[in-house]
């Protein structure tokens, strides 16, 4: 998926009239993608179908956009974007983790546009293959932003310390970590419209990210092998 729109995340800047007609085109081709793709599946929507549903020339469908899978994740990127947008707003005390779990409950538990239509292409993503290159786009994009952002975090708390390697694993582990739970959150109604409780939510986040920061390695078996 293409890189994450700087528009779509409420704390960007305020943009001028030109970016804001440009992001609202934006805004409205990919609602329009995925009201289709909920409502008939993504292999049966076709782009000049999304340019008709938003009420825009097909011409400007691929001024957005490259392809139906990617209008249709749009959602997920504006979704990602706001992620780190609230990651690099925690306050600068918090641990990394701590603020990738405040970060992650603040936009899900929100209630706009952007909240909803993320969990609605996350449970779309559950059961669409045709969507996977596309989604892996924008986990590699969103894997980045994070990593950047952690790096940018250390440097401020200890500019003599170089982070290394630690960004960019910290954010591959905390994102894919973010990924099993969500998937196991949305499962729980996958054969509904409804949306699982924010509590269940909040609990196994911190579940997954207690393991996390303990480390994953286990020890073996008490017995030396034979």
């Known amino acids: 998926m293409s890189q994450p729109q ?9 943009p001028g009239r030109r970016e804001r007609k440009k992001q609202a085109t934006r805004t409205a081709l990919r609602e329009a ?11 049966n929507v076709t782009v000049e179908q999304i340019a008709a549903e938003a009420d ?7 001024n957005h956009f490259s ?3 990617e209008a249709v994740l749009a959602a997920a990127a504006a979704g ?8 690099r707003a925690r306050p600068p005390h918090e641990s990394v983790l701590r603020a990738v779990r ?27 293959p045709a969507l996977l290159p596309q989604q892996m786009a924008v986990l590699i994009a969103q ?8 790096a940018e975090r250390l440097t401020a708390a200890d500019p003599a310390d170089p982070p290394g390697v630690y960004p960019q694993l910290c954010a591959t582990a905390t994102l894919a970590t973010l990924r099993v739970v969500l998937s196991r959150w949305l499962s729980r109604t996958s054969d509904t419209d409804e949306i699982p409780t924010s509590s ?11 393991h996390l920061a303990a480390g994953l390695d286990r020890p073996g078996t008490q017995d030396p092998p034979h």
């Open 6 to 14: 700087a528009g779509d995340s409420p704390s960007a800047q305020v």
């Open 33 to 43: 993608a995925l009201r289709l793709a909920v409502r008939h599946g993504v292999k």
């Open 56 to 62: 825009l020339a097909l011409r400007t469908f691929f």
């Open 67 to 69: 392809s139906k899978e």
């Open 80 to 87: 990602a974007e706001a992620l780190v947008e609230e990651f």
């Open 102 to 128: 405040e970060a992650v409950l603040v936009v899900v538990d929100r209630d706009d546009a952007v909240g909803r239509d993320h969990i609605r292409v996350l449970r779309l993503m559950q059961h669409t």
């Open 143 to 150: 894997e980045k932003a994070l990593a950047d952002a952690i």
């Open 200 to 210: 269940t939510l909040r609990e196994e986040v911190d579940e997954a990210l207690s």
